[in-house]
């Protein structure tokens, strides 16, 4: 009898769905449902602009409701508002009524009732975080109180339902664990109808305070950052566009990887970028060149030792404390360019060397370093100018003096014509040496002025810090070798930023609202800088600090955002489940993890949904070890995983291995699509993506040592399968596993 009604209910939605699609094709003046003859004239005219937008959204529209047509909603809930109540949605006060929760909203025109309310309205939180009985949700006007007496999840695909459960009955978590199993495409997986109560509370989360988020591998941080875009967006639609809002990731590949998720949610137009992109769009024909740095593999090929001493540059790099030295220095170097002269024309002082300090330091003191030079010198250049006028009327009036004396002295002959033009050549002599005087005087004036080009101050500033402290002094000599050659590497690009700021007339874009994905590998100073730039609070942090496997270069600690930052402190919030991976898969991972555990983070819980345990393929000699792969892949493939990914540790050992394994695909650290398949990759590569299947190709002690910088590198590779996970070893396998895969240390 439920399924009957609910099947009859769905029909009913899909014709409402089928109906408004209809209308705004008509809208659209589409014919047949063709989407690519849609004509809007644009002649700049404030109709066509007007509607160019309504086409815009009509589109925008269009694309929801064919998607409705495959899914309209996910779930039902029965909810009766308390007395007192205000109407809203079409639920009254003491009446029970279903509330349907989609992907998106469906609106029933021409009285706008609500079908399918969009799961980022307030009532659909109460999917996400309530149960059977006395709820509450935050509505605009306030809080709404009542009773749920049902929740209801459903499975629709193409528009048939298929799968109907309440919770008490089968319960969310198998509905959860059942999503979970499904075989990924290369594509991140559709996660509205699984999101659990600790993820709504991240996605719902005050957009204006700041927010760090430590989620462990598998936890859904990138999905949940995702769709917390898209509820901030539907929440604020009417004051913040979406290319106000600025996604920033690790690399290309990682965005080419989220890229295609933010349409579906309903988002288009978002910034995303890598903080050198930023950087790059901001200072334009300025902006240094990058260094070309795989920084972990060059950690890959370093001694403990080494990697000590790259830390140490890479935290003072990112410490904070620059922060207060950069802006310490610039005041230093303003000061230190002003010239110590006066300026003058002749024995003329045209502007003294305190009126130069006045208005560079004060009276310009609002506009970066190279405006006040220019603004200086136009003080400068007006007054010069001034000056040479007054010379040259000087001159030509005494010239008409003696001209006019000279003709009253002598009657008009051969002699007075060649006085008079000897006058007249010498007047022009002095005039031309006066302009080449004047020209002279103002590159004279440039020339006294300290330079104020990026490269050259960012170099003094070290300089300046090796004198100031020798605890500087390796990472100042090797920055100042690699300046000499123009360049700088991704790390010194916060401190550069901030200084190229101070220097030069550098426009911030227009961003209200900052999402930091694998944010346990952005500086302190990093996220200050975004911070001055952007003027706002309104920032989510999203990492894991077991995955930092880039040493110093990132965060040891959130409390290292806790204060000279922003504000407010930031919320630091625990994604403590992990979903992603099977219960076998969390636990080798965990077994790894625990050889060297990571301070601040909360003990991890998978998902009880469970898998065959990850397991070792051992090769007798290294000639054998790509056969040994091929043939587990092999047999992945025949059990329909579409996404598998072998890992060897360096780019040259993924290159050799890709070579040898048949329809494998060679993913590098410049890639910026990302296709699914059998892909082979570096272990500097992996990291944020997910797989079906993970084969890690080089388990061996020798490759992965038993130290804290592998463990976590180790555990990262181990957490991106959904489904399987293999090691491949020649010999024994790497001490890491000694927990983890126990039998293979007893062979």
Not at 452 to 479: C, G, N, S
């Amino acid at each position: 009898m439920e399924w009957k009604m609910e099947q009859e209910h769905l029909d009913q939605t899909l014709e409402t769905v089928r109906d408004e699609k209809r209308k705004v094709e008509r809208a659209l003046g589409m014919e047949n449902g063709d989407d690519r003859l849609i004509h809007v004239q644009d002649d700049s005219s404030s109709d066509s602009v007007v509607a160019l937008q309504m086409a815009r959204m009509n589109l925008q529209n269009l694309h929801q409701l064919r998607l409705s047509e495959k899914s309209p909603y996910f779930a039902r809930l029965d909810f009766t508002p308390a007395p007192g109540t205000p109407d809203l949605g079409g639920m009254r006060a003491g009446v029970n009524a279903p509330v349907y929760i989609g992907r998106w909203g469906v609106l029933k025109t021409p009285d706008y009732r609500v079908c399918v309310h969009d799961w980022r309205s307030p009532v659909a939180n109460l999917y996400y975080s309530g149960q059977v009985g006395k709820v509450s949700y935050e509505a605009p006007d306030g809080r709404v109180e009542g009773d749920m007496t049902l929740k209801r999840m459903f499975t629709i695909e193409d528009g048939t339902l298929t799968g109907m459960q309440d919770t008490g009955v089968i319960g969310q978590e198998k509905f959860l664990t059942d999503a979970l199993s499904q075989v990924t495409t290369a594509r991140l997986r559709e996660v509205v109808t699984t999101i659990q109560a600790e993820q709504n509370t991240v996605i719902r989360f005050d957009p204006a305070k700041p927010l760090c988020v430590q989620g462990v591998a598998g936890s859904g941080k990138t999905t949940i950052a995702l769709h917390r875009v898209a509820w901030m967006l539907y929440r604020l639609q009417k004051t913040v566009r979406p290319d106000q809002m600025l996604i920033l990731a690790p690399n290309p590949l990682f965005l080419s990887y989220i890229s295609r998720v933010l349409p579906d949610l309903g988002v288009d137009k978002v910034r995303q970028l890598t903080f050198a992109q930023l950087c790059q769009q901001m200072l334009g024909k300025k902006m240094p060149k990058l260094a070309s740095q795989d920084r972990l593999s060059q950690r890959l090929h370093m001694t403990k030792a080494e990697r000590d001493q790259l830390d140490d540059s890479l935290r003072r790099k990112g410490s904070l404390n620059l922060y207060e030295d950069i802006r310490a220095f610039l005041a230093r170097w303003e000061e230190s360019c002003i010239p110590k002269v006066n300026v003058k024309l002749g024995s003329s002082v045209l502007v003294s060397s305190d009126d130069l300090r006045r208005y560079f330091l004060r009276e310009f003191r609002h506009f970066p370093l190279t405006i006040r030079l220019q603004k200086t010198r136009a003080v400068v250049a007006d007054r010069l100018k001034r000056a040479v006028a007054n010379v040259e009327e000087q001159l030509q009036k005494l010239t008409d003096e003696k001209l006019s004396q000279l003709l009253r002295a002598m009657p008009d002959s051969p002699e007075r014509r060649e006085r008079a033009k000897k006058l007249l050549d010498l007047r022009d002599e002095r005039l031309e040496e006066l302009s080449k005087r004047h020209k002279q005087l103002l590159k004279d004036y440039d020339a006294m002025w300290g330079t104020l080009d990026l490269l050259p101050v960012y170099a003094a500033f070290w300089q300046h810090m090796a004198q100031k402290d020798a605890a500087y002094a390796d990472t100042a000599r090797e920055t100042c070798a690699m300046l000499e050659k123009k360049r700088v590497s991704a790390e010194d690009l916060p401190a550069v930023l901030l200084i190229a700021r101070a220097l030069y007339d550098v426009k911030a874009p227009d961003v209200k609202y900052v999402v930091i994905d694998e944010a346990q590998d952005v500086s302190p100073l990093q996220v200050k800088a975004l911070r001055d730039l952007f003027r706002t609070d309104a920032f989510t942090l999203v990492g894991d600090l077991c995955q930092g496997i880039y040493g110093d270069e990132g965060l040891r600690s959130w409390d290292m955002l806790a204060h000279g930052i922003f504000d407010t402190a930031p919320q630091v919030a625990q994604l403590s489940t992990a979903y992603r991976s099977t219960v076998e898969i969390m636990e080798a991972a965990f077994a790894v993890l625990n050889r060297h555990p990571v301070d601040g983070v909360s003990q991890a819980r998978p998902v009880l949904r469970h898998g065959p345990a990850p397991f070792w393929l051992p090769a007798a000699k290294e000639s054998d070890r790509a056969q040994v792969i091929q043939r587990q892949i092999d047999a992945w493939q025949q059990e329909g995983f579409f996404s598998i990914a072998v890992i060897a540790k360096t780019p040259k050992a993924a290159k050799a291995l890709s070579q040898k394994l048949t329809g494998a695909r060679l993913v590098t650290q410049g890639d910026e699509s990302f296709d699914g398949g059998v892909q082979v990759m570096d272990a500097g590569v992996v990291k944020g993506l997910e797989f079906d299947c993970v084969l890690i190709a080089d388990a061996e002690d020798a490759v992965y040592p038993d130290e804290r910088f592998y463990a976590k590198l180790f555990y990262v590779l181990c957490t991106r399968p959904l489904h399987r996970l293999a090691f491949a070893a020649v010999g024994e396998c790497t001490q890491h596993l000694r927990q983890a895969l126990p039998l293979a240390f007893q062979k």
